[in-house]
């Protein structure tokens, strides 16, 4: 028989680790990690569409498509770059054309492709950055993990059900903890790996940088994770401390 504490901190749980899921999966899946924004005196005289084509379809290269970004005020996220250029128009050039953000995804080789201290002339001609390129792939794998854990915590949970055990609760609480770790990781990875590139590659006159909502979103999860675990854990030691303390009573 289970008491309705544990019992509730188990629904309370599930509950909060069912939120950080969804948050963490939607800042994952969105761009709004880390946005930029230039001011429109900056802005005149670019040529957006050759700007465009080369940011979609030139050749992969870090300080290229930063500097696109740059101009057109684009966003950076886990997995995707997207830049902000008008929308399609008539044959005419609007005064004040309508604007719309248009994104491109990392393939998985540019995930992992090497990183470099860009010194002005692009970046395979300066030294390769062993930290920023490890940081980056953290940054890529410390997510997908963080889900795994959690779903592998779900399917430990369904089975701790179907067996009316509550021995396993013990260890969904240590995943939850160990995915609350992983997503922490992301976010720092993150930020450190964006502080190291500005080191290295300041932003110029006029752009200014900010962190987006996907990133806080990511962040919020984290704490959510580890509360889940903190209630999992609880009622996991409590149930079993009682039942131990029953036993010992009915023996006696």
Same mark, same amino acid.
């Given at each position: 028989?289970?008491?309705?504490?544990?019992?509730?901190?188990?629904?309370?749980?599930?509950?909060?680790?069912?939120?950080?899921?969804?948050?963490?999966?939607?800042?994952?899946?969105?761009?709004?990690?880390?946005?930029?924004?230039?001011?429109?005196?900056?802005?005149?005289?670019?040529?957006?569409?050759?700007?465009?084509?080369?940011?979609?379809?030139?050749?992969?290269?870090?300080?290229?498509?930063?500097?696109?970004?740059?101009?057109?005020?684009?966003?950076?996220?886990?997995?995707?770059?997207?830049?902000?250029?008008?929308?399609?128009?008539?044959?005419?050039?609007?005064?004040?054309?309508?604007?719309?953000?248009?994104?491109?995804?990392?393939?998985?080789?540019?995930?992992?492709?090497?990183?470099?201290?860009?010194?002005?002339?692009?970046?395979?001609?300066?030294?390769?950055? !062993?930290? +920023?390129?490890?940081?980056?792939?953290?940054? $890529?794998?410390?997510?997908? &993990?963080?889900? @795994? *854990?959690?779903? =592998? %915590?779900?399917?430990?949970?369904?089975?701790?059900? !179907?067996? +009316?055990?509550?021995?396993?609760?013990?260890? $969904?609480?240590?995943?939850? &903890?160990?995915? @609350? *770790?992983?997503? =922490? %990781?992301?976010?720092?990875?993150?930020?450190?790996?964006?502080?190291?590139?500005?080191?290295?590659?300041?932003?110029?006159?006029?752009?200014?940088?900010?962190? @987006?909502?996907?990133?806080?979103?990511?962040?919020?999860?984290?704490?959510?994770?580890?509360?889940?675990?903190?209630?999992?854990?609880?009622?996991?030691?409590?149930?079993?401390?009682?039942?131990?303390?029953?036993?010992?009573?009915?023996?006696?």
């Amino acid at each position: 028989m289970v008491d309705n504490r544990y019992a509730t901190a188990l629904v309370i749980g599930s509950v909060l680790s069912l939120l950080a899921t969804v948050y963490l999966s939607v800042a994952v899946g969105t761009q709004h990690w880390y946005q930029y924004s230039c001011p429109p005196a900056k802005r005149e005289g670019t040529n957006a569409s050759v700007l465009r084509e080369e940011f979609f379809n030139g050749e992969f290269d870090e300080k290229t498509y930063r500097d696109t970004m740059f101009r057109l005020n684009g966003t950076l996220g886990l997995w995707w770059r997207c830049i902000r250029v008008p929308s399609e128009s008539h044959w005419f050039k609007q005064p004040d054309p309508k604007m719309e953000t248009q994104c491109v995804s990392f393939t998985l080789p540019q995930q992992f492709s090497p990183k470099y201290k860009q010194s002005g002339s692009g970046n395979h001609d300066s030294e390769e950055d !062993l930290l +920023r390129t490890y940081l980056w792939r953290c940054q $890529v794998l410390l997510p997908l &993990v963080s889900l @795994g *854990l959690v779903f =592998l %915590g779900g399917l430990v949970g369904v089975c701790a059900c !179907l067996c +009316r055990s509550f021995t396993p609760t013990l260890g $969904v609480g240590v995943l939850h &903890v160990l995915a @609350g *770790l992983c997503t =922490l %990781g992301t976010v720092c990875c993150f930020l450190a790996g964006v502080d190291l590139l500005q080191q290295y590659s300041p932003l110029p006159e006029g752009v200014e940088g900010s962190l @987006g909502w996907s990133l806080y979103l990511a962040l919020i999860s984290v704490p959510l994770q580890m509360m889940a675990a903190a209630l999992f854990l609880w009622a996991a030691r409590s149930h079993r401390k009682n039942y131990t303390r029953m036993t010992a009573y009915r023996v006696a």
